[in-house]
């Protein structure tokens, strides 16, 4: 008799995540303000920014039995070379999976990763109203410091976005340059993983 073994685990994704990351993410793109990106984009063109980030910034996700339950990803702040202590984060849940803890895992292992690659600060844009994502994030030790009022136009509505920080690090002088994510030792980043997904399977 064969014995079905339930798994859960974080890892980093692929570009050949693309088409059940975008299955996630286009539902938000679609009926809601979470985000302001107005069109799904193709398989092949979420793929490459899938690539594209990983090179800099850590992009897991989280599967449940194989399927992919959830994404959390960093990006850039702002283009300026003086900027470049600072990303910003997102997360993201299917809907059949919130509620069960799968946002922090992901935040908690994201937060880890980014530390160690030398960033000072993490930024979370809030689409307000979004109760749920405010209270997630003050769990997960970020403070609010700032509202864009009328900042976005989606779904007949003029948007406003709130601005919660965590630091990261401390705010040393002449700061090395954040290492990239792709030239953070492979062995390192299994260890910080495993040790999450020892915790949650």
């Known amino acids: 008799?064969?014995?079905?073994?339930?798994?859960?685990?974080i890892r980093v994704a692929r570009d050949a995540d693309a088409a059940p990351?975008?299955?996630?993410?286009?539902?938000?793109?679609?009926?809601?303000?979470?985000?302001?990106?107005?069109?799904?984009?193709s398989i092949e063109a979420f793929a490459q920014r899938i690539t594209s980030y990983?090179?800099?910034?850590?992009?897991?996700?989280?599967?449940?039995?194989?399927?992919?339950?959830?994404?959390?990803?960093?990006?850039?702040?702002r283009e300026r070379v003086a900027y470049q202590w600072c990303v910003e984060s997102s997360v993201y849940i299917h809907d059949n999976y919130q509620k069960i803890g799968i946002a922090t895992a992901l935040y908690e292992t994201l937060l880890e990763?980014?530390?160690?690659?030398?960033f000072?600060?993490?930024y979370a844009g809030i689409n307000l109203p979004n109760d749920r994502s405010v209270a997630f994030h003050e769990k997960c030790g970020f403070k609010w410091f700032a509202d864009y009022r009328n900042v976005g136009y989606k779904l007949g509505e003029w948007k406003t976005v709130g601005w919660w920080k965590r630091q990261l690090n401390d705010y040393t002088i002449d700061p090395a340059a954040p290492i990239r994510f792709v030239d953070i030792?492979?062995?390192?980043i299994?260890?910080?993983?495993?040790?999450?997904n020892k915790l949650i399977t």
């Open 1 to 9: 008799m064969s014995i079905y073994v339930f798994m859960n685990r």
């Open 21 to 41: 990351i975008l299955e996630i993410y286009a539902y938000y793109i679609i009926n809601t303000s979470f985000t302001f990106e107005t069109e799904v984009p």
């Open 54 to 77: 990983v090179e800099n910034w850590p992009w897991l996700v989280y599967e449940v039995d194989g399927i992919i339950a959830g994404y959390a990803y960093a990006m850039r702040h």
């Open 113 to 118: 990763l980014l530390q160690h690659q030398g």
């Open 120 to 122: 000072r600060n993490v």
């Open 185 to 188: 030792d492979p062995a390192f």
């Open 190 to 196: 299994e260890l910080i993983l495993n040790k999450k």
